[in-house]
């Protein structure tokens, strides 16, 4: 089989997802086609140079909608004999992109490939588009549907982490965010956003706050436990799945869960006869992908089946890798990961996740892959894993192999 390589990693810094954010002016095609220049741009692309742009986004509806992909080709200055195509996967939008490119690269269906995913999730509410999983009662009651913070919540239940508990890894997270940002870890991957002026509208993340503490994370109080105990009572609907459960232990909020951003991010694919073709040098390859479908109700368990799965797959053990990025969707999603694999916490998210520097939806799963990417090379570390839990019971993963 074909191998496939990455050769480029590079994204937007993450805006704040609201009105007075730095990116809310700039539209998901928009972002989504300077992005696609500076890949251009960065690699001396020219022509019908890729095969196609593969493009995840979680919430297709109003700008996002359409063929978003495509929009953004043909917005930008890319050859328009390249097509787009727009996939969604949820969370794992980014990094399905990406799989399936370096797949289609490993099978031979083209040489190279540009694929990411944007979401501006101040411009395109989350769950606006509707979902029947949530909306339509034949297929809520069958899979006993809550949203995804209950979803948390019965994890930290069911696995026995307290609020302490994911509240520290809350101020990890921002605390590692802010080391790396000091030292421009992530200076090799970002783009800055600038305008139609040229001037730079956003040049890093905004959406760290680097003064979180323990004391400050106390005084939250818990973001879904009156849906869940209230109206419409999903409590009660975990507790009919979950019999063994006597109560919900209602522990996320705002500062121990994903933020809500605008970003977008782009991974460059090719096999060998790509870089030779562009005089580009291979960063790493694709060693496997995965992905696996969970338990609908309790939905944020896939990373640790995901990984057990690619692990399997690809002939491999949890200590063959280095590093890992396990995306914070929320603090109990990264603390099972660790506590299922015996995972030492210093080789998870060691530059932070989204609970400090955002989580756009259909662009992390390429975010992440490129921060692993980023900090194998600064350790000069040889393997990494990165996985998403998805929305609706589903996980995806990939290893990643510096060559």
């Known amino acids: 089989m074909t191998e496939a390589y990455i050769y480029d990693a590079a994204r937007t810094p993450r805006g704040k997802g609201r009105k007075d954010g730095s990116l809310h002016e700039v539209s998901s095609v928009a972002l989504s086609a300077r992005l696609l220049n500076a890949v251009a741009e960065r690699n001396n692309l020219e022509g019908h140079a890729v095969e196609d742009v593969i493009w995840g986004n ?38 399905e992109a990406v799989n399936l490119a370096a797949n289609q690269v490993r099978g031979g269906a083209g040489m190279g490939y540009i694929a990411g995913g944007v979401e501006m999730m101040g411009r395109v509410a989350m769950g606006s588009d509707g979902a029947a999983i949530a909306v339509d009662p034949s297929l809520a009651m069958k899979t006993y549907f809550v949203p995804q913070g209950i979803s948390a919540d019965i994890i930290a239940t069911e696995y026995g982490f307290s ?10 997270s921002q605390r590692r965010a802010a080391e790396a940002i000091k030292e421009n870890r992530f200076a090799k991957s970002i783009v800055p956003v600038k305008d139609q002026n040229g001037l730079t509208i956003l040049e890093q993340d905004e959406f760290p706050r680097p003064g979180t503490t323990m004391e ?17 009572g999903f409590d009660k609907v975990a507790m009919l799945k979950y019999p063994h459960l006597d109560h919900i232990n209602h522990v996320h909020h705002a500062g121990n869960s994903s933020g809500i951003v605008d970003g977008a991010a782009a991974v460059l694919i090719g096999n060998k006869e790509f870089g030779e073709a562009h005089g580009l040098k291979p960063r790493a390859r694709i060693r496997a992908t ?8 309790i939905m944020l368990t896939g990373p640790v089946p995901v990984t057990e799965k690619i692990l399997a797959d690809s002939g491999m053990s949890i200590s063959d890798i280095d590093l890992f990025e396990v995306n914070e969707a929320f603090a109990a999603v990264v603390l099972r990961f660790m506590q299922a694999f015996q995972v030492d916490a210093s080789k998870v998210n060691v530059n932070g996740g989204a609970i400090a520097l955002g989580h756009p939806l259909g662009a992390t799963g390429a975010i992440i892959i490129g921060t692993l990417l980023d900090e194998l090379e600064r350790r000069d570390l040889n393997t990494g894993l990165a996985t998403l839990c998805v929305a609706s019971g589903m996980g995806a993963a990939t290893i990643i192999e510096r060559v």
Do not use: H, W, Y
Request: charged letters at 25%.
């Open 58 to 95: 979680a919430t297709q509806v109003m700008e996002q909608g359409g063929c978003l992909a495509r929009s953004a080709v043909l917005l930008s200055d890319l050859d328009e004999r390249i097509p787009g195509l727009s996939i969604n996967r949820f969370c794992a939008s980014g990094m």
């Open 163 to 172: 609020r302490e508990d994911v509240d520290a890894l809350g101020v990890e």
């Open 216 to 232: 400050s994370l106390g005084s939250l109080k818990p973001s879904f436990k009156e849906m869940g105990e209230v109206m419409p």
């Open 290 to 297: 995965a992905k696996i479908g969970t338990d609908p109700t």
